[in-house]
């Protein structure tokens, strides 16, 4: 991974991660027994919110959400001028869900939707080293994003004109799962979804220390597994789970030897 050195480093990745369920007690329990997670409340009056944490950084954040919303993981994509960027996402075609509003003067942040409606958000930070973006590859963070898109060649051009997003250089030609890279970072892939996902949206991949462990934190704390453990590039494991609430998010990790029976990699399963 790239050394983050200063602020323009940051554009065109993914720096944040927000969980908004409609159960915020039931949430912090689940996340913080599958990834040991600690938590810390930071709600306001008005306004309930929750950081989870890794040794005190933060790593994601907890907001609740109106009767009327939808639940799910969000990623926050790091851009240099929030409304700029929504214009040139409306211009391609995007949606605006909620318009650029900025936050106790730490960052301005916007709500949005690819043309195919997966949702994610655009962010920048308004004070120096405001973002708590760390090594990708660290037990409890997300080290992989990956897209289920309805087409997803359209898909691709859309980010690459959204955010500079590119192919790797050793990503073939005609792989269906679309590897993306920023700078010389592969951070990402893509891949038209299949009918199981109903809609288009985004999965992020959580490292944890080992995969077979992670199985049995998921299950006990009244999780599903959808699909895994499955291996991958490099010899790791990923998860594709549900939590309590029905919310999908997934595990990435090594496998210990002698722990668990893992089924046979899928053509289709890519993440490295």
Same mark, same amino acid.
């Given at each position: 991974?790239?050394?983050?050195?200063?602020?323009?480093?940051?554009?065109?990745?993914?720096?944040? $991660?927000?969980?908004?369920?409609?159960?915020?007690?039931?949430?912090?329990?689940? $996340?913080?027994?599958?990834?040991?997670?600690?938590?810390?409340?930071?709600?306001?009056? &008005?306004?309930?919110?929750?950081?989870?944490?890794?040794?005190?950084?933060?790593?994601?954040?907890?907001?609740?959400?109106?009767?009327?919303?939808?639940?799910?993981?969000?990623?926050?994509?790091?851009?240099?001028?929030?409304?700029?960027?929504?214009?040139?996402?409306?211009?391609?075609?995007?949606?605006?869900?909620?318009?650029?509003?900025?936050?106790?003067?730490?960052?301005?942040?916007?709500?949005?939707?690819?043309?195919?409606?997966?949702?994610?958000?655009?962010?920048?930070?308004?004070?120096?080293?405001?973002?708590?973006?760390?090594?990708?590859?660290?037990?409890?963070?997300?080290?992989?994003?990956?897209?289920?898109?309805?087409?997803?060649?359209?898909?691709?051009?859309? $980010?690459?004109?959204?955010?500079?997003?590119?192919?790797?250089?050793?990503?073939?030609?005609?792989?269906? $799962?679309?590897?993306?890279?920023?700078?010389?970072?592969?951070?990402?892939?893509?891949?038209?979804?299949?009918?199981?996902?109903?809609?288009?949206?985004?999965?992020?991949?959580?490292?944890?220390?080992?995969?077979?462990?992670?199985?049995?934190?998921?299950?006990?704390?009244?999780?599903?597994?959808?699909?895994?453990?499955?291996?991958?590039?490099?010899?790791?494991?990923?998860?594709?789970?549900?939590?309590?609430?029905?919310?999908?998010?997934?595990?990435? &990790?090594?496998?210990?030897?002698?722990?668990?029976?893992?089924?046979?990699?899928?053509?289709?399963?890519?993440?490295?």
């Amino acid at each position: 991974m790239a050394v983050i050195k200063d602020a323009a480093d940051y554009q065109g990745r993914f720096v944040w $991660y927000e969980l908004s369920p409609r159960d915020v007690t039931q949430a912090r329990d689940f $996340y913080s027994k599958v990834m040991g997670w600690g938590v810390q409340d930071a709600s306001l009056p &008005g306004m309930h919110y929750t950081f989870f944490t890794i040794r005190n950084t933060f790593v994601s954040g907890v907001v609740r959400l109106p009767d009327a919303a939808q639940s799910g993981w969000i990623g926050y994509v790091a851009v240099d001028d929030v409304d700029a960027a929504t214009e040139r996402l409306r211009h391609l075609g995007g949606t605006v869900l909620a318009p650029p509003v900025d936050v106790f003067g730490v960052s301005r942040f916007a709500i949005v939707a690819d043309p195919q409606n997966a949702v994610f958000a655009l962010i920048k930070w308004l004070r120096p080293r405001a973002s708590p973006l760390g090594d990708a590859t660290e037990p409890g963070r997300v080290g992989w994003h990956e897209l289920f898109a309805t087409d997803c060649d359209a898909a691709s051009a859309f $980010y690459g004109e959204l955010f500079g997003w590119h192919k790797p250089d050793d990503a073939a030609a005609d792989d269906p $799962y679309r590897f993306f890279a920023v700078g010389g970072d592969t951070i990402g892939g893509m891949f038209t979804k299949p009918p199981l996902i109903p809609v288009p949206q985004w999965l992020y991949y959580f490292n944890v220390a080992d995969i077979a462990a992670a199985e049995g934190r998921v299950r006990a704390a009244g999780g599903v597994i959808i699909e895994g453990p499955l291996e991958i590039h490099g010899g790791a494991f990923i998860l594709r789970c549900r939590d309590r609430e029905g919310i999908m998010f997934a595990l990435r &990790g090594p496998r210990r030897r002698g722990v668990g029976y893992f089924q046979p990699a899928s053509p289709r399963v890519q993440p490295r």
